[in-house]
């Protein structure tokens, strides 16, 4: 619904409208529409994090190449992930709490691109590991 249509109209009863699910079940759980953002925000946070850990039966190299094959992917990039991701990070522009949550989600994001990036090349000073790690994340941004 964020991606769909902005947050003015996400609401607590157009959300569990939606959804199929009583008003009292989605308050129990959320204090508020920001708590349910937040925790919208976090949701992806999580799944964008799972991009960017390792292949556990992968080599170094082979898991770096499979999370940037899974993070150029058209279907993960596709134009509603994107929308919502730029909604999203609009609020956080606006807002301390999703600021907050957004700031964390990016450090867990490039830390993961940070890991893979020094497994797979040893050779690298941490410094410059760091600078292609945040190079992927902006050029990724940028898409």
């Known amino acids: 619904m964020l991606a769909r249509d902005g947050i003015s109209d996400v609401t607590m009863r157009a959300v569990t409208r939606e959804a199929g ?11 508020d ?3 349910l953002v937040a925790a919208a925000l976090e949701l992806i946070a999580d799944g964008d994090a799972a991009l960017v850990e390792p ?5 170094p190299g082979e898991a770096l ?11 993960f990039l ?3 992930y994107l929308a919502l991701r730029l909604q999203l990070w609009s609020l956080a522009g606006v ?5 907050a949550i957004n700031q964390a989600a990016q450090r867990r994001y490039l830390t993961g691109l940070v890991a893979l ?3 797979a090349r040893p050779d690298l000073d941490p410094d410059e590991v760091e600078r292609r790690a945040n190079d992927i994340l902006i050029v990724q941004n940028g898409v």
Not at 21 to 31: I, P
Not at 65 to 75: E, G, K, Q, S
């Open 117 to 119: 990036l020094a497994a």
């Open 33 to 35: 529409k920001d708590g």
């Open 95 to 99: 807002d301390e709490r999703y600021a």
């Open 65 to 75: 190449r499979t999370a940037l094959h899974r993070i150029a992917d058209p279907d």
């Open 21 to 31: 699910v009583a008003l009292g079940l989605a308050a129990y759980h959320f204090e």
């Open 55 to 59: 292949t556990p039966w992968a080599e």
């Open 78 to 80: 596709s134009v509603p």
